[in-house]
């Protein structure tokens, strides 16, 4: 090692500068270099970045559940393009209904997203993180939060359906248009575990007007009910346009009079297959739906009717 000393003017004392001067092998340095690097990798974020990944929310309101499961508790609704970070591993949801990535919300909170409504990719930076600032730490429920999805959302509520009802009597083809009173069940497990399905069930407490055109005093009631799969076809935070495949009933009991003053009873029970198409959006805290159905049974006829459900 040589060793120089340089003298600096304009002060009293003299400052002593020394300079180290060292060979060093261009090999030594490398090694050092690799050294370092492996000082400075921390061993549980280069295991963390093989079990994470960075992603971006495709679309707006998506809802982050506290478990895999669209019944659990929603944390918090993130907005279409936000980037987040979250796990490459998928978790299977409750019964089986629909497939989560595990995200992170900030320090050391974590919730569920469905992996239709998050885009990932497979590079990570583990040294930078942006937290979700949207997040309340102190509620469960951030203020000012977006309704839940619909389509994985349970409903109840009651509609008025309008009915074409049509049928054969003594090789005639006989239509009214019914007003009916409905009760409507949608969504998730709401009969039984499984997906999205429409339970509605109609009543008109008078007989179709053709029966006393055509046969006499009539009265008594039907009903028009069905149970449908539903699927989306256009979903926003909340609106969703739909469609549904499924089985109808139709019960009619009747007294009618052929005789005055003999009454004779009719009952009859038909089934067939349904298939709707619908629109629904939130008003509120509530749901307003309009679904039109088209019933193939002995005859084919066509309904319309509008509801208002309530989440449950």
Do not use: W
């Amino acid at each position: 090692m040589d060793v120089e000393v340089f003298k600096i003017k304009g002060h009293n004392n003299h400052m002593l500068i020394i300079k180290n001067i060292y060979k060093v092998s261009p090999y030594v340095i490398l090694l050092l270099f690799f050294c370092v690097q492996l000082l400075v990798i921390d061993p549980a974020s280069a295991k963390k970045s093989k079990q994470s990944q960075k992603g971006i929310v495709k679309v707006d309101g998506a809802a982050i559940y506290k478990k895999p499961d669209f019944d659990s508790a929603i944390l918090d609704y993130l907005d279409k393009g936000l980037k987040v970070v979250l796990t490459r591993k998928t978790y299977k949801g409750k019964d089986g209904l629909g497939v989560f990535y595990k995200i992170r919300l900030g320090k050391k909170r974590y919730g569920y997203i469905v992996d239709t409504e998050v885009k990932p990719s497979l590079k990570l930076n583990v040294f930078k993180f942006k937290e979700n600032k949207s997040f309340s730490k102190n509620n469960s429920k951030p203020e000012g939060a977006r309704k839940a999805p619909i389509y994985f959302t349970k409903f109840i509520g009651g509609g008025i359906n309008y009915v074409n009802f049509t049928e054969e009597y003594a090789s005639v083809i006989l239509s009214d248009f019914s007003t009916m009173f409905s009760l409507k069940m949608t969504g998730p497990g709401v009969l039984f575990d499984g997906p999205p399905i429409d339970l509605e069930i109609n009543l008109s407490f008078q007989p179709p007007a053709y029966y006393s055109d055509l046969i006499g005093p009539t009265s008594g009631f039907y009903s028009l009910s069905s149970l449908s799969f539903v699927a989306p076809l256009h979903e926003s935070s909340s609106s969703l346009l739909f469609y549904s495949l499924g089985i109808m009933g139709v019960y009619e009991s009747f007294s009618v009079e052929l005789v005055p003053g003999t009454p004779l009873e009719v009952e009859e029970l038909r089934l067939g297959a349904v298939l709707g198409m619908g629109y629904a959006f939130y008003v509120g805290d509530f749901l307003l739906k309009f679904d039109a159905k088209y019933y193939y049974e002995q005859e084919k006829y066509i309904a319309g009717g509008v509801f208002l459900q309530k989440s449950y």
